[in-house]
């Protein structure tokens, strides 16, 4: 019979036999008689190599012919590199493993970064947060922001001015253009606009300040208001449990005589959010063991003015989670600020569809914002670092059947203390206030420095890897690139440090590295205040190491009558027969592996039979059987 050897199943296949019949029966370690070559299980056996069947050691074949299928070409080149390439991150951060290849929604995504920008085209420096030294604006402690409507780059600014004082300042941007002051009551909350006023409530009562004017009316709303949200073109104000609301025109009075909504049965109830959507408005408060998601219907009233219908629970949270902060954006989206993270909901004609959490965070989430398509959070030391910053939500962005969406880090402070709230202006620039004062985002700055780390590079097997080079695009005509590798145990090692290139395709030697899986960390610093270095791709070659099985092909004798290497007799008639039979026995009963003895080197291991045959060309003769001859067996090393 001629040799053969089965073409060996690369990694990717089924292992070589059923795990449940390798459990039926435990296999004994191989017995050699005395002065014999190979034992097999308990039967020993004399080699017998010749021309025709030669004692044979090697390798098998580690890896199959296969082609690439792969949606992007060459980004699975099976016969040479295997490549993996990204050209985006615009699906944002926190996932472990980039497998665009096997798992299509890890695309455009990566595990983690601090002051870069994934979102645009091009990954890129972002603009740094400037803390504002303007004296009664510097004052640390409580302080609260507010974004204007009316144009794109004023907001409100609530803070200490003295000793048992605070006022308010109108900013464009940068500048100031008027300041209020607010008397001696600290306000209770982030300031509520709308209606051409802003509203700071307090413990006693809603002061209004014209946006036009330095005009402001002290308590124009009297009464203890723990909150206030401009909604629907009314002034929605809560007290304790209750929740009234007001209008604008309404001449001063105490809030309890506005409009009650609703009071809370739990009486240490708190609301915390009002916001609204096309058809009603929803609020959002904790107590009494629960936090819950109220929808508030808006109908047409016998007047013909709209009323507010009673409230119903659009969504209960989880019994660990309280919402703290709710807005709403575009008609079409919720986001929640919960003590666990931040989610999403969609709005529906049927109410709302809230998601997973899209981003958690340690800390409460303490408020939301929002422009363009983002969703802005934060909450108190949420970044990498542990310092307080920003997260941004992309709601264009869902990530596959998840219900979250493409989420990263966005503007830092370098605090690690509270935040209080969040605006953001024109063109994107974040406006934080923290305990440790105000935060605006420079409108032509780059952050000094940032970093980018991608998911990890395994190919969808933890089979090791000999990565060869990596590969980066983009433009470095300014500042610098830092290329480090990241271990599967998430050790960091440089490899090279770019710059001076526009339009550049670098590549960058990993040094053979080798391990189930590599990660990249891209650190770009800027050399001009002004400048970014911007990188629009990367690459990385590797080949796959899986173990060489090892292969034995053993010419084995088997006859009645042997003698061992010491000239010592054996057998009896039908020896021969009792061994081959025993053998194809086990072969054929799906017991699992053989144990295998080598005495010439040594060896001791389980193996699996990759071909067997048994030849026998001699006749019977006398009370002999006849059928001595050659066991020709081919064993795969496990």
């Given at each position: 019979?001629?040799?053969?050897?089965?073409?060996?199943?690369?990694?990717?296949?089924?292992?070589?036999?059923?795990?449940?019949?390798?459990?039926?029966?435990?296999?004994?370690?191989?017995?050699?008689?005395?002065?014999?070559?190979?034992?097999?299980?308990?039967?020993?056996?004399?080699?017998?190599?010749?021309?025709?069947?030669?004692?044979?050691?090697?390798?098998?074949?580690?890896?199959?012919?296969?082609?690439?299928?792969?949606?992007?070409?060459?980004?699975?080149?099976?016969?040479?590199?295997?490549?993996?390439?990204?050209?985006?991150?615009?699906?944002?951060?926190?996932?472990?493993?980039?497998?665009?290849?096997?798992?299509?929604?890890?695309?455009?995504?990566?595990?983690?970064?601090?002051?870069?920008?994934?979102?645009?085209?091009?990954?890129?420096?972002?603009?740094?947060?400037?803390?504002?030294?303007?004296?009664?604006?510097?004052?640390?402690?409580?302080?609260?922001?507010?974004?204007?409507?009316?144009?794109?780059?004023?907001?409100?600014?609530?803070?200490?001015?003295?000793?048992?004082?605070?006022?308010?300042?109108?900013?464009?941007?940068?500048?100031?253009?008027?300041?209020?002051?607010?008397?001696?009551?600290?306000?209770?909350?982030?300031?509520?606009?709308?209606?051409?006023?802003?509203?700071?409530?307090?413990?006693?009562?809603?002061?209004?300040?014209?946006?036009?004017?330095?005009?402001?009316?002290?308590?124009?709303?009297?009464?203890?208001?723990?909150?206030?949200?401009?909604?629907?073109?009314?002034?929605?104000?809560?007290?304790?449990?209750?929740?009234?609301?007001?209008?604008?025109?309404?001449?001063?009075?105490?809030?309890?005589?506005?409009?009650?909504?609703?009071?809370?049965p739990a009486a240490d109830w708190k609301w915390t959010s009002v916001a609204d959507t096309p058809s009603s408005v929803v609020a959002a408060g904790y107590g009494g063991g629960?936090?819950?998601?109220?929808?508030?219907?808006?109908?047409?009233?016998?007047?013909?003015?709209?009323?507010?219908?009673?409230?119903?629970?659009?969504?209960?949270?989880?019994?660990?989670?309280?919402?703290?902060?709710?807005?709403?954006?575009?008609?079409?989206?919720?986001?929640?600020?919960?003590?666990?993270?931040?989610?999403?909901a969609l709005v529906t004609g049927d109410g709302h569809s809230v998601g997973q959490l899209t981003v958690e965070t340690v800390n409460p989430v303490l408020d939301v914002a929002?422009?363009?398509?983002?969703?802005?959070?934060?909450?108190?030391?949420?970044?990498?670092?542990?310092?307080?910053?920003?997260?941004?939500?992309?709601?264009?962005?869902?990530?596959?059947?998840?219900?979250?969406?493409?989420?990263?880090?966005?503007?830092?402070?370098?605090?690690?203390?509270?935040?209080?709230?969040?605006?953001?202006?024109?063109?994107?620039?974040?406006?934080?206030?923290?305990?440790?004062?105000?935060?605006?985002?420079?409108?032509?700055?780059?952050?000094?420095?940032?970093?980018?780390?991608?998911?990890?590079?395994?190919?969808?097997?933890?089979?090791?890897?000999?990565?060869?080079?990596?590969?980066?695009?983009?433009?470095?005509?300014?500042?610098?690139?830092?290329?480090?590798?990241?271990?599967?145990?998430?050790?960091?090692?440089?490899?090279?440090?770019?710059?001076?290139?526009?339009?550049?395709?670098?590549?960058?030697?990993?040094?053979?590295?080798?391990?189930?899986?590599?990660?990249?960390?891209?650190?770009?610093?800027?050399?001009?205040?002004?400048?970014?270095?911007?990188?629009?791709?990367?690459?990385?070659?590797?080949?796959?190491?899986?173990?060489?099985?090892?292969?034995?092909?053993?010419?084995?004798?088997?006859?009645?009558?042997?003698?061992?290497?010491?000239?010592?007799?054996?057998?009896?008639?039908?020896?021969?027969?009792?061994?081959?039979?025993?053998?194809?026995?086990?072969?054929?009963?799906?017991?699992?592996?053989?144990?295998?003895?080598?005495?010439?080197?040594?060896?001791?291991?389980?193996?699996?039979?990759?071909?067997?045959?048994?030849?026998?060309?001699?006749?019977?003769?006398?009370?002999?059987?006849?059928?001595?001859?050659?066991?020709?067996?081919?064993?795969?090393?496990l």
């Open positions: 019979m001629s040799f053969l050897l089965s073409s060996l199943p690369d990694f990717t296949e089924a292992l070589p036999f059923p795990l449940n019949q390798r459990a039926k029966k435990a296999v004994a370690a191989a017995s050699l008689d005395d002065g014999f070559d190979v034992a097999i299980n308990s039967l020993s056996f004399i080699l017998r190599p010749s021309a025709q069947n030669p004692y044979q050691r090697g390798f098998g074949q580690v890896q199959k012919d296969q082609f690439d299928a792969s949606e992007a070409a060459g980004e699975q080149s099976l016969r040479t590199w295997w490549l993996r390439s990204q050209r985006s991150f615009a699906a944002g951060s926190n996932v472990r493993y980039f497998e665009p290849g096997s798992q299509a929604d890890t695309a455009d995504t990566f595990w983690s970064s601090r002051g870069v920008d994934p979102w645009g085209d091009s990954l890129t420096l972002l603009k740094r947060a400037v803390k504002v030294t303007e004296s009664p604006e510097v004052a640390t402690g409580w302080g609260q922001v507010a974004a204007v409507g009316d144009a794109a780059s004023k907001f409100i600014h609530v803070h200490a001015a003295g000793a048992g004082a605070y006022a308010a300042a109108l900013r464009d941007g940068d500048t100031v253009v008027r300041t209020y002051a607010l008397g001696a009551t600290a306000p209770a909350a982030k300031p509520a606009v709308g209606g051409g006023y802003a509203w700071f409530p307090s413990g006693g009562g809603v002061t209004r300040a014209t946006l036009n004017s330095a005009t402001v009316v002290a308590n124009h709303f009297t009464g203890a208001a723990s909150g206030a949200w401009w909604v629907k073109d009314r002034l929605f104000v809560a007290v304790g449990p209750s929740l009234y609301w007001l209008a604008a025109s309404d001449a001063t009075k105490a809030i309890t005589a506005g409009n009650l909504v609703y009071t809370h629960s936090s819950n998601l109220y929808t508030i219907g808006v109908v047409e009233g016998a007047s013909g003015l709209p009323t507010l219908n009673t409230p119903t629970v659009a969504w209960e949270a989880p019994t660990t989670e309280q919402i703290i902060c709710l807005g709403s954006y575009m008609g079409s989206y919720l986001v929640i600020g919960t003590t666990r993270g931040a989610r999403v929002f422009y363009d398509r983002y969703a802005y959070v934060t909450s108190k030391a949420n970044l990498v670092g542990g310092h307080t910053g920003v997260w941004r939500i992309d709601l264009s962005r869902p990530l596959g059947e998840t219900t979250r969406y493409a989420a990263a880090s966005d503007m830092a402070t370098g605090y690690t203390g509270d935040p209080q709230s969040l605006a953001v202006i024109g063109k994107g620039r974040v406006v934080l206030r923290t305990d440790d004062g105000l935060y605006v985002q420079s409108a032509t700055e780059f952050e000094p420095s940032g970093w980018l780390e991608t998911g990890y590079v395994r190919y969808a097997t933890t089979v090791s890897k000999h990565y060869q080079s990596a590969s980066l695009t983009g433009d470095i005509s300014t500042g610098t690139v830092t290329v480090e590798v990241v271990d599967a145990e998430g050790g960091r090692e440089g490899v090279a440090t770019l710059s001076g290139s526009t339009g550049w395709a670098k590549p960058v030697s990993l040094a053979g590295q080798v391990g189930s899986a590599l990660a990249l960390r891209f650190t770009m610093s800027r050399t001009e205040t002004a400048q970014t270095p911007r990188i629009t791709g990367w690459s990385v070659a590797a080949l796959p190491l899986p173990e060489a099985p090892r292969l034995y092909r053993l010419p084995l004798q088997a006859f009645d009558f042997e003698r061992n290497r010491d000239g010592v007799g054996f057998g009896y008639v039908g020896w021969s027969m009792d061994r081959v039979v025993a053998l194809e026995e086990f072969l054929n009963s799906g017991a699992g592996p053989v144990a295998v003895k080598i005495r010439d080197t040594g060896e001791e291991f389980l193996a699996v039979v990759d071909s067997y045959s048994f030849s026998s060309t001699a006749p019977a003769d006398g009370p002999h059987n006849g059928l001595g001859g050659v066991v020709d067996v081919t064993l795969r090393r």
